[in-house]
């Protein structure tokens, strides 16, 4: 699915810790995936409007996230509030980086172009503990395919829910690219004490798939 | 410092002729994109194959910013040489 279209899996929520920065791709668009110094997330076209550079290569300060190249300083709201070569500058509010909106829900971080789209719905929040992002070189519609083989429960086209072993896994599926996509995994209910071990178990299980759906990729 | 402060945000208008190997409509395009992000006016004048004529006004930093944005142009063109009248 496109930003445009609906709301998008770009990350799990424990990957963008406080005050850090990772580049993403939905459907060939490039993404930065921030987190301020207050826990808030935010997720911007990956280019800063200087000289292009990513801004996911970029520092977090604050409320704002610097560009690696110049040092240009972005607020919140992507409006760009400091230029270091021209401290006294007051600069203009066309020097903006285009942005998405962002949600937290389940342990994942969601952006979309349009708000108002409906946000995959498994009820109130029971906890849930990150499983991992698995990165895979196929289709999403592959990826959706082999986890429909697997059971998967349907919440909206690339969600669902994936019972497991005695556990319940919520799955959202980012399409990258039509040959990459990553599969988001969370383990759904109360933290228990053996949460690292179920974690690990579901991890190497989404591990087993991958190379099932790669290997069917390359020998296609 | 203050002074320095005052100096660098004042208005500005400069009149540029860009000179060399110009597409008038790529250049144009180029010239009013850069203008927008810069927040600048710009009066688009003569252009043709070997020079485009064109004023802006805005903060003096910005109207910097864009000569030197300009004066790398776009792909299909190459500007060889940049006249520069200013009226503050």
Request: charge should be negative; include cysteine.
């Amino acid at each position: 699915m496109k930003l445009e279209a609906g709301w998008v899996p770009v990350a799990l929520s424990s990957s963008i810790e406080a005050a850090t920065s990772a580049g993403a791709v939905v459907e060939g668009s490039e993404i930065v995936v921030w987190r301020d110094n207050s826990g808030v997330v935010h997720v911007w076209e990956d280019r800063c409007p200087h000289r292009g550079m990513r801004m996911s290569f970029g520092f977090v300060r604050g409320d704002h996230i610097a560009c690696l190249y110049h040092g240009w300083q972005y607020d919140a709201g992507g409006q760009c509030r400091y230029i270091p070569a021209h401290p006294t500058l007051d600069v203009p509010s066309t020097i903006k980086v285009p942005t998405y909106v962002s949600q937290e829900k389940y342990g994942i971080v969601w952006a979309t172009a349009s708000p108002d789209a409906a946000m995959p719905d498994i009820g109130p929040a029971v906890g849930s503990t990150p499983v991992r992002s698995l990165y895979v070189d196929c289709s999403a519609t592959d990826a959706l395919s082999a986890l429909d083989a697997e059971g998967l429960e349907h919440i909206s086209t690339d969600t669902g829910l994936l019972a497991c072993d005695g556990d319940k896994l919520f799955i959202a599926v980012q399409a990258i690219t039509t040959t990459k996509a990553a599969v988001h995994a969370v383990l759904l209910g109360p933290p228990s004490a053996d949460n690292a071990k179920r974690q690990a178990h579901h991890a190497r299980r989404l591990e087993k798939m991958r190379y099932a759906l790669e290997q069917a990729a390359e020998f296609a | 410092m203050g002074g320095a402060s005052c100096e660098e945000s004042m208005i500005e208008a400069a009149t540029f002729t860009f000179r060399g190997q110009m597409i008038c409509e790529s250049f144009t395009e180029f010239a009013l994109h850069r203008a927008r992000r810069l927040d600048l006016e710009i009066d688009l004048g003569a252009c043709d194959a070997a020079a485009a004529v064109l004023s802006v006004r805005g903060q003096g930093d910005l109207v910097d910013a864009f000569e030197m944005a300009c004066s790398l142009g776009p792909y299909d063109c190459i500007i060889l040489d940049i006249e520069r009248k200013t009226a503050t």
